[in-house]
C-alpha cells in the first residue's frame, strides 16, 4: 500500500509542478519514447536475468506491492511456536520433536501456525536446524556458524534480483537519452517541415530523456530499496530461529531462548518483555 502511494505523490508533484507551469500533460504522452524506452529496458532485464532470478524477481515486485516482507504477527506467531517447540524437548528430550520434524503437517504444534507451515522454506530451515543436534550429528556450540552459513547463503542469492532491479534503474537515464538521440534524429529529418513540426519533434526527444530520469529516481531505484527491505525482513525471520533454537540447544530455558530471539527483533514486534512472557505463559497454561 505504501509503495502505491509513494508512486501516487511522485506522480502528482511532478505532473502537478508541470500543470502549475503551464504544461499540458498530453504533452509527456508520446508513445514512441514510451516504447523505446520500455522495450530496451525490458530487453535489459531478459538479457542479464537467468529464469531463476526472472521468476524471484516477479514473486518480490509482487510482494513489495503488498506490504512489508514480514508482519508483526508472523514473528509472534513464531516464537509462540518455538517456546512450545522447547518446552516439549525439555519436557521430554529433544528425541521427543523428531515427530513434529518429520511431519510437519501433521504435527500438533505447527499446525497451529499456518502462518510458519505455510512457508515450505521456513518449514526446512527449522529442521534443518533441531535435527543435527537431534541426530547427535553436531554439538551445540557448533550450530550457531552452520546456520550463520546458511542465512549468509540467502542474503547472497537475493541479490540476484536486487541487482537486475538496480541496473534497470540506472541504465533508464542512458535509454532515456537513447530515445531523445532518435528523437532528435528525427527532428532533423524534419526541419523543412517548418517550426511547428520541428517543435513537436523536440519535445518528444525531450520526454524521452524526462522519463528515462523520472523512471529510474522516481519508479524503479525506490522499489529496488524496498524488495532490500523486504528481503532483510525474511532473513530476521531466519535470525530469529537460529538465535533461539541455538540458545536453547546450549542449555537456556525456553522463556530465556525467546527473550534472545525476541531482542534479535528490534522494533520488527512490538512487545515488550514482560507482555510476551504473559503470552507465553498462557500457551503453557493451556497445555
Do not use: W
Not at 88 to 100: C, E, M, P
Not at 130 to 145: A, T, Y
Amino acid at each position: 500500500m505504501l509503495l502505491f502511494i509513494g508512486y501516487v505523490i511522485v506522480l502528482g508533484a511532478t505532473l502537478g509542478g508541470f500543470l502549475i507551469a503551464g504544461g499540458h500533460p498530453m504533452l509527456l504522452m508520446h508513445a514512441s519514447e514510451f516504447i523505446v524506452i520500455g522495450g530496451i529496458a525490458l530487453g535489459v532485464v531478459v538479457i542479464s536475468t537467468p529464469k531463476d532470478v526472472l521468476s524471484k524477481l516477479m514473486k518480490q515486485i509482487k510482494e513489495s506491492f503488498k506490504g512489508s516482507g514480514v508482519k508483526s504477527d508472523e514473528y509472534l506467531d513464531l516464537l509462540k511456536l518455538l517456546y512450545e517447540l522447547f518446552l516439549q524437548a525439555r519436557r521430554d528430550g529433544l528425541i521427543a520433536l523428531d515427530d513434529h520434524l518429520s511431519e510437519p503437517v501433521n504435527s500438533a504444534i505447527l499446525s497451529k501456525y499456518p502462518s510458519f507451515l505455510n512457508e515450505p522454506k521456513r518449514v526446512e530451515f527449522l529442521c534443518n536446524s533441531l535435527r543435527p543436534v537431534i541426530d547427535g550429528k553436531i554439538k551445540p556450540d557448533q550450530l550457531q556458524g552452520l546456520l550463520d552459513s546458511e542465512i549468509n547463503a540467502m542474503r547472497e542469492e537475493n541479490k540476484g534480483p536486487e541487482g537486475v532491479i538496480h541496473l534497470v534503474g540506472d541504465s533508464l537515464p542512458g535509454i532515456g537519452i537513447v530515445a531523445a538521440v532518435l528523437g532528435i534524429i528525427n527532428t532533423m529529418a524534419a526541419i523543412s517541415e517548418g517550426p511547428e513540426k520541428v517543435g513537436e519533434k523536440v519535445a518528444a526527444a525531450l520526454t524521452g530523456t524526462f522519463l528515462g530520469i523520472l523512471g529510474a529516481y522516481g519508479f524503479i531505484n525506490p522499489l529496488g530499496q524496498r524488495i532490500q527491505f523486504n528481503e532483510e525482513a525474511h532473513l530476521m525471520y531466519y535470525k530469529v530461529i537460529a538465535q533461539s533454537v541455538t540458545g536453547f540447544t546450549k542449555g537456556l530455558a525456553p522463556i530465556m531462548a525467546i527473550e534472545v530471539a525476541r531482542r534479535t527483533l528490534g522494533k520488527a514486534v512490538d512487545i515488550g518483555s514482560d507482555e510476551l512472557e504473559q503470552i507465553l505463559k498462557a500457551l503453557n497454561n493451556k497445555e
